[in-house]
């Protein structure tokens, strides 16, 4: 059974970092996604099985970076200059349908973590 653990979520000022970091039972491509209060589920950012190709939502890129550690089978999501509007729980999805590629859908993932809390205030 495929498992996704989150972890790196916090409370940060606006402008402020943090790393979100989500450990996975294997290699696969994966996606990062938030869900805020009342509103669906949204992709930020994936990157491919190999880490060849990554992919940002057009209000995340430039300020979250996405990136990936095989040896420790751990997928990183830098996020800088965060804003109130970031606020949201985050998840790791995985999928086992891509090699080389990932998209920003939710319908792409089989598999999904249980979300860490990214809360942006002064």
């Known amino acids: 059974q495929l498992q996704l653990v989150e972890s790196g979520g916090g409370l940060v000022q606006p402008g402020g970092s943090l790393r979100l970091s989500c450990v996975a039972s294997g290699l696969y491509a994966i996606g990062w996604f938030r869900q805020a209060p009342g509103k669906e589920r949204e992709g930020v950012s994936c990157i491919s099985r190999r880490g060849e190709i990554t992919n940002y939502a057009a209000s995340m890129k430039g300020r979250f970076t996405i990136s990936r550690d095989d040896g420790k089978n751990t997928v990183y999501l830098q996020m800088n200059s965060l804003k109130p509007e970031d606020t949201a729980v985050y998840y790791c999805?995985?999928?086992?349908?891509?090699?080389?590629?990932?998209?920003?859908?939710?319908?792409?993932?089989?598999?999904w973590g249980q979300g860490t809390q990214v809360t942006v205030s002064s």
């Open positions: 999805a995985a999928t086992l349908d891509r090699m080389n590629s990932c998209l920003l859908s939710i319908y792409d993932y089989n598999y």
